[in-house]
């Protein structure tokens, strides 16, 4: 059925994704309307180019001429996003693809793949011989300052649980979906090592834990970092390096994948 749909759609596309000019006109009616004049500054070639191109897409109905620009069809809309998703999409495809080529990416739901271009403003940390460590310590030093946390985590690691611990005696919030592998060590790590101060936090409601049966991504989110964790393709988790962002967009990215996932999970009390 796709394939008939491509056949059926192709020369729509090549018209489109093979125009340079038509596809930076599209972006960037999103955001609003803009004069022939202002798109020739913008985009950085002839006025007489801008018109002529902007003359196909309106005979296409994919934009109109008002008083004062040129603006978007709802169908213009559509498309134009669309063009925009696919070229941010192919940017961090293409900025980060020894990251992807490396790793599994069966724990990214489709939809988040749909939306990997609001990932592209991020960068990867590697660890290397002479610095085993620095992904774990570019991690500590960004979550150690949170206030808000949410984590997906597939793997139990020793410092991630003292950070917790830290955090909470901080009063920060912290939200956990775990696997159910881990589960018994967490709780058993809790049980062993929670003095009166942290039991406290945690009546009040400060940490919240679900557990799902099975997780392929590593993720915790700040108000103000992600930090995506992926399996190499063997099967074991990659300690060595992380996708980090900064970006509110990213940041989003992030909370919505812990949502996806909470909501797929089952909420436990805290022994």
Partial sequence: MEAKIFDKMYEEFREILTSGIKMK????????????RHLMEEIGISLSS???TARELEEKKWIEEKKDGFILTPAGKILAQKVLDITNSFYVTEKHKEFWLMHEIDGIPEEFINR???IRNSEIVKSSPKNLLQVLALYVKHVSRA????????VYVEEFSNLVKKLLKKDAKIKLVISKDIADKVFETYKKEADKELKEKVEKGNLKIWIIDDVRVAMTVTESFVSIGLFNLDGSYDFS???ISYDEEAIKWGRDLFEYYKSRAKEVSIP
């Fill in 25 to 36: 006109i599209l972006m960037s009616l999103l955001e609003g309307t803009k004069t022939s």
């Fill in 241 to 243: 390096q992380d996708l």
């Fill in 50 to 52: 801008v018109i002529h």
């Fill in 116 to 118: 990997v271009g609001e």
């Fill in 147 to 154: 206030k808000d946390l949410a984590g997906i985590s597939p």
